[in-house]
């Protein structure tokens, strides 16, 4: 079986500060995906891509930035952090219309 | 856009009962719908899909599909302690890759 592993599992930063998160899998899935949790709001897609080099634009997609320069590869950037922002960052994985596999998420804390 | 609603917001069935989570969607053009299982801690893990209107039963679990009314519904009979976790339904839009969540419903199952 595979596996989906995000790093770091806990983020602290500061305001104003750009912050990377990244996401390894290695079930050879295209379609990878950056989704935002917050409570009660449900998850919200920030970034997805299809393929390698590929990037597209989800609902929540300003203020971060993504990459993908490998298949197996996929990092999203906060560009500048907010204070007091508090979220679990997911990503995911799939072959185009089939479930998504999840990472077990990156917590972020900004004071 | 594509919106995902979901009731009730939190809910509380004693152990062996029944637990019935409900979720309404906009897109009329909708395929996919899957229900994702969310324990604390960890990544939403697919539970179940369907596809076609009618009822799709898979052990405990019974997801219920009517397009026409816009409504996805899941039931878990005889509830155990361990199906406390936040639920959510997805919904596959006419965009093809891209699935939208919904809010969540958190489910405490009370032994």
């Known amino acids: 079986g595979g596996i989906i592993t995000q790093t770091p599992k806990f983020l602290i930063g500061q305001e104003g500060q750009k912050l990377t998160l990244k996401c390894q899998q290695n079930?050879?899935?295209?379609?990878m995906y950056w989704y935002r949790q917050d409570s009660g709001k449900g998850l919200r897609l920030i970034y997805y891509s299809i393929t390698e080099n590929d990037l597209q634009k989800g609902d929540l997609s300003e203020g971060y930035d993504a990459s993908r320069e490998k298949k197996s590869s996929f990092s999203l950037t906060v560009t500048s952090a907010q204070k007091n922002e508090m979220a679990v960052f997911l990503c995911?994985?799939?072959?185009?219309?089939?479930?998504?596999?999840f990472g077990s998420g990156t917590r972020l804390l900004v004071i | 856009q594509q919106k995902v609603q979901q009731s009730p917001e939190s809910l509380i069935v004693p152990e062996g009962g029944m637990a019935s989570l409900n979720c309404t969607f906009s897109d009329r053009n909708s395929q996919y719908f899957w229900w994702y299982r969310q324990h604390s801690g960890e990544g939403p893990k697919a539970l179940m899909s369907i596809f076609s209107n009618g009822d799709k039963k898979e052990g405990r679990f019974t997801a219920h599909l009517n397009k026409a009314s816009l409504h996805v519904s899941l039931h878990i009979k005889d509830s155990q302690p361990s199906d406390s976790a936040l639920y959510f339904c997805a919904v596959n839009s006419n965009m093809g890759y891209k699935l939208t969540f919904g809010t969540g419903t958190s489910l405490l199952v009370d032994p």
């Open positions: 995911a994985s799939s072959t185009g219309d089939s479930d998504y596999t």
């Open positions: 079930f050879n899935h295209d379609t």
